[in-house]
């Protein structure tokens, strides 16, 4: 779960980060009234949950607190784009900070890096907006330090890999105490990211977080009840949040076939049998094993709510699921939705003769394998 700007700088402002000043709104007259107390010379940031905000035009600069609080009311409501997310994201709510000076900008992160399977730290001298063309063009400029999962951080590897990456001598004592602090930041909160870019370096000889980014591992969120509340936050895909909600594991796709499987195996299998069949999967929705009929329902409602969908998948292999509970959920669902698009289903397995007896005068159209169940549907839905 991606945490937003000022969120994240709040969590680390507990471990000691040095973060600007500020506070978010959502109309233009607070944000006026918080750059006002920041003396006027502030910077209004779109809260939203995705990289390239100052290209997109979300990030800017202000000397005074009236021209600050006209655009923060121009930006809310209005929909950002960036290279990173074309869809583009509505504003909903603006971070004003205080303004700060910066001579250079750095990058530094926490991450969980799978080919070495363990923590590691970046470091980079050229961070800023162009932080991903640097990894392309200059990726010797980024230093990767891994973190001992027994041991920790070093201060004597730390300080190298500080210098390694050509953080200029006077600024490299507080790199290393801001490393440190953010390694600590990222274990405590199960975090799967906490990057700071750009990490300001002023004129004054003071090294401040001037943007932040932590995402947590949704796995653990249970142990962070504090953000579990705002996981269904509108900035995500209102689909995915209303799945979360109830439950379900939904991933939308952008596609038009609605998919239902059990297991995530079997319905990533359909997703590829469906694309090699020629149509487009609207969703990844595994129902989960063992699946009652209520949840079957609920799951079909789920995929429903997609406008896009022109066909319906259900591709289910029964073991602990039964064929016959999977029955009676889609059984009722279709009962009580009033369904206009053309519906397949393959369902083998534990209960599959009870569940294709419960569903033989509906209008599903039964198949035996899952290729032919994917070429059907494709056949039926772009009819
Ligand atoms: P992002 O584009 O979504 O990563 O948003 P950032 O928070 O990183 O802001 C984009 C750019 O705006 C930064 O790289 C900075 O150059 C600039 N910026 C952000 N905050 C400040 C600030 O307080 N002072 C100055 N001078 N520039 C800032
Ligand atoms: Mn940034």
Not at 38 to 65: E, I, N, S, T
Not at 307 to 312: H, Q, S
Not at 349 to 368: C, H, N, Q, R, Y
Request: glycine content about 10%; aromatic content about 4%; proline content about 4%.
């Amino acid at each position: 779960m991606k945490l937003h700007e000022y969120q994240s700088k709040d969590l680390l402002a507990r471990y000691g980060v040095p973060v600007p000043g500020g506070r978010v709104a959502q109309n233009g007259a607070d944000a006026r009234t918080i750059a006002e107390e920041l003396g006027g010379k502030v910077v209004v940031k779109a809260q939203v949950l995705m990289g390239g905000r100052g290209k997109a035009g979300g990030v800017k600069l202000f000397d005074d607190a009236a021209s600050a609080g006209s655009f923060a009311g121009e930006l809310i409501g209005k929909r950002l784009v960036s290279i990173q997310n074309p869809q583009g994201m509505v504003v909903e709510q603006v971070l004003v900070a205080e303004q700060i000076d910066i001579a250079e900008e750095y990058y530094v992160a926490v991450l969980t890096d799978r080919a070495s399977e363990r923590n590691v730290v970046m470091l980079s001298a050229k961070g800023g907006m162009d932080i991903e063309e640097v990894a392309k063009t200059d990726p010797e400029a980024i230093v990767k330090l891994e973190i001992d999962p027994k041991w920790g951080l070093a201060d004597f590897e730390l300080r190298k890999a500080v210098k390694h990456a050509h953080i200029p001598v006077p600024a490299q004592r507080q790199m290393v105490e801001m490393v440190k602090r953010l390694a600590r930041a990222f274990v405590e909160n199960d975090a799967e990211l906490v990057e700071i870019n750009p990490c300001a370096w002023t004129p004054q000889g003071k090294l401040i977080a001037a943007d932040a980014k932590v995402a947590i591992d949704d796995n653990a969120l249970f142990r962070h009840p504090e953000y579990r509340s705002t996981s269904d936050d509108s900035a995500e895909d209102p689909l995915e949040a209303e799945a979360a909600r109830r439950g379900i594991a939904y991933v939308r796709l952008g596609g038009d076939i609605g998919i239902i499987g059990n297991g995530a195996g079997l319905v990533m299998c359909s997703l590829d049998e469906v694309t090699a069949a020629g149509g487009r999967p609207a969703n990844f929705l595994d129902v989960g094993g063992g699946a009652q009929a209520e949840r079957v329902h609920s799951c079909v409602e789920l995929i429903l709510m997609d406008p896009n969908v022109k066909g319906l998948l259900i591709n289910i292999f029964g073991g602990i699921t039964r064929g016959d509970e999977v029955a009676k959920g889609l059984k009722e669902a279709f009962a009580s939705l009033d369904l206009k698009i053309p519906v397949v289903a393959r369902i083998e397995g534990t209960a599959a003769e009870e569940g294709k007896a419960i569903l033989a005068d509906s209008i599903i159209v039964p198949t035996t394998t899952m290729q032919e169940a994917a070429a059907k549907i494709v056949e039926l839905a772009y009819a």
